[in-house]
């Protein structure tokens, strides 16, 4: 989130190629906070370990084509849009499926307000 | 043998958190020192001018509300269509840019000289959100550094809050 926030700091410039990383950072959140979410505090159940790979992968490919600025100018925003609702939604699972990981799930979530109310 | 490795792989991990802040510091910089001071703001998605930080001298001048058409010889959408292409690229202060703007349905052409540095504009880039990077990196350099056991899932911590 650190590059993505610093890269979109100079994005509107369009200088040192912040607006392309800006788009770059994107798709690389998103597998990676998907990720970090489904197995934190206690890893889901992944039905097919290859759905990660192949995740990963196209993910990895966008971020590649943004550096040509071949995807739709918007289309990044979808991919942060869908890291961030992405997140909420799996933490929201953990909180229902796995009842003795809500002190954990607790202390992420007043973490994140205190980051992002300010 | 074992030992090593780990040493290694924390190595690699405190260059990692290192390179990714020099990262920050550099584009800190661009954002501070790099990125010319123009005198007004704009909201790229729709061109509209936010803020007229320094008065032009002469009229017709920069005015809130108006609508930027073109900007030496790039338009908007040119602007749009190409994340490379920077408006005020390599500007100095004292330089005159022609800059087009749409105001009130009448397009008005305006010789507008970069003022440079002013407090106003420096305040603005500074009380944003830029600093929130810093903080995501502390939180991911405190958790290679502090939290155990170091297994994947704490990995993927860092790597998001960097990320």
């Keep these: 989130m650190g590059l993505w926030l610093i890269f979109g700091s100079i994005s509107a410039w369009h200088l040192l190629e912040g607006a392309i990383l800006m788009h770059v950072a994107a798709w690389l959140l998103l597998p990676v906070y998907l ?12 039905p097919q370990k290859w759905l990660g790979y192949f995740f990963y992968a196209v993910c990895l490919l966008l971020a590649i084509a943004e550096l040509f600025q071949i995807p739709p100018r918007g289309l990044y925003a979808l991919g942060f849009l869908l890291a961030m609702a992405g997140s909420a939604v799996l933490l929201g699972v953990h909180f229902f499926r796995q009842p003795d990981q809500r002190r954990d799930l607790a202390l992420v979530l007043t973490a994140t307000l205190l980051v992002v109310i300010p | 043998m074992k030992k090593d490795l780990t040493n290694r792989w924390n190595v690699s991990e405190l ?91 009448t397009e008005l052409a305006i010789p507008w000289v970069i003022p440079g540095f002013n407090q106003l504009e420096f305040n603005i880039r500074f009380f944003n959100i830029w600093w ?19 297994n994947s899932t704490l990995r993927r911590l860092f790597i998001a809050a960097f990320t």
């Design chain 2, 132 to 150: 929130l990077a810093y903080i995501f990196w502390a939180v991911g350099f405190a958790a290679q550094l502090l939290l155990r056991p170091k």
């Design chain 1, 35 to 46: 990720h970090l979410h489904w197995v934190f505090p206690k890893p889901l159940r992944l």
């Design chain 2, 15 to 105: 260059l990692l958190s290192l390179s990714v802040l020099f990262v920050l510091l550099f584009f800190t910089y661009g954002i501070f020192g790099y990125a010319p001071y123009i005198g007004f703001r704009f909201n790229p998605p729709d061109g509209k001018i936010l803020a007229v930080y320094i008065q032009g001298k002469n009229e017709p001048t920069l005015k809130e509300g108006d609508v930027l058409v073109r900007v030496g010889a790039n338009s908007l959408d040119d602007y749009h269509a190409d994340n490379r292409l920077a408006f005020f690229k390599g500007v100095k202060p004292g330089d005159t840019i022609n800059v087009v703007v749409n105001r009130n349905g």
